[in-house]
């Protein structure tokens, strides 16, 4: 189906279906806040792993802000 057609089936829908039609598209353009939450949990999961693991070493807070207000 080409987008003219697709638009001219969408804009022939009741209103109250239409409001959902662009609700839903929306939505799948910008994930929902609780997929966020997830892609950040299992972020956080991954930096515990590398952490425990030795792939990476942190650096205390004391060290890094000074070096921030140092700049």
Do not use: C, N, Y
């Not at 009741?14 to 972020?43: F, G, N, Y």
Request: charged share 40%.
């Amino acid at each position: 189906m080409k987008t003219k057609e697709l638009f001219d089936e969408a804009v022939s829908l009741p209103v109250e279906m239409r409001m959902q039609l662009v609700d839903k598209l929306l939505r799948s353009l910008h994930p929902t806040r609780k997929e966020i939450d997830e892609l950040w949990a299992e972020e956080a999961e991954k930096r515990v792993e590398e952490i425990k693991s030795g792939k990476i070493k942190t650096i205390p807070g004391k060290k890094v802000f000074k070096k921030i207000l140092g700049r």
